[in-house]
């Protein structure tokens, strides 16, 4: 079982936090693993930012998102070095930045993972996930050498959410041809898949080798066998990945996994 380090709201407010060097946090759980995309079963940090503005309706962090607290970079370094978390990363956990939406706090977490970077002599793998509608700044463009994975996840018209909330052809273009990308697709049914291929693989804003299509469920009831079973035949017969949603099938719906 993982091990929290900061629980949502757990984190003293520190007022001199407040400014424009700190990052508003959620969450930062050690000895996990990665449960979705290309690197799933990887073992894993997590730091879960704050912050969305797409707020899908089967969101399944929505209850800790606003349980935040604005914590320093220097504050934030000196629990990732007394914690041993740049021990684990130096050896081969991956650094998951997740949300929320992280690049609301794009200034600030460019900053951060820079400074991370050269504490861990550039010896660490970072994953940053994000819903894909949010562009990163020229300001921050030192972002695309820090990454070294994006795990995009665009939202869908099954999610009720507005097209001009959800859908930014910039946004999906700049990560489209980012170092490592990838585009996990929470699907229901074949119908979707008309919808991937005509909003983004015809512009040529997402190639079929970057897509991962994914079983919609939060539970492992919901993820039942017929239902992976049809998305991963879905895969096949459009020759992209098949996801699976390994945090759920271990662990159910507990958070900080």
């Avoid at 990732?80 to 794009?106: A, N, Y």
């Avoid at 489209?176 to 049914?189: C, G, I, L, M, T």
């Avoid at 996801?243 to 159910?252: K, S, V």
Wanted: proline share 5%.
């Amino acid at each position: 079982m993982a091990e929290y380090i900061i629980r949502p709201g757990e984190l003293p407010e520190n007022p001199s936090a407040k400014g424009p060097d700190s990052l508003s946090v959620c969450e930062l759980f050690i000895d996990a693993a990665q449960g979705e995309g290309a690197y799933a079963g990887c073992p894993a940090v997590f730091l879960r930012l704050s912050g969305c503005h797409v707020r899908c309706g089967w969101c399944d962090t929505a209850d800790i998102l606003g349980k935040s607290t604005a914590t320093g970079t220097e504050e934030l370094l000196d629990i990732f070095k007394g914690r041993g978390i740049t021990e684990r990363l130096k050896m081969g956990h991956h650094l998951v930045v997740t949300g929320g939406s992280p690049l609301l706090q794009q200034d600030v977490l460019t900053s951060f993972l820079a400074r991370l970077k050269a504490e861990c002599r550039d010896r660490l793998f970072i994953e940053i996930e994000n819903e894909c509608s949010i562009p990163v700044r020229q300001s921050n463009a030192a972002l695309w050498d820090i990454a070294d994975c994006w795990n995009n996840s665009p939202k869908l018209s099954h999610s009720g959410i507005a097209k001009n909330t959800r859908y930014n052809p910039e946004a999906l273009a700049q990560m489209s041809n980012a170092r490592e990308a990838w585009f996990k697709f929470v699907v229901k049914d074949e119908n979707d898949w008309s919808e991937i291929e005509d909003e983004f693989i015809v512009p040529g804003y997402v190639r079929r080798e970057q897509i991962i299509l994914m079983p919609e469920g939060q539970t492992r009831m919901q993820l039942n066998p017929q239902k992976k079973q049809e998305v991963l035949e879905m895969a096949v017969r459009h020759s992209v990945r098949y996801g699976g949603r390994l945090h759920i099938d271990i662990y159910d719906n507990r958070k900080g996994v």
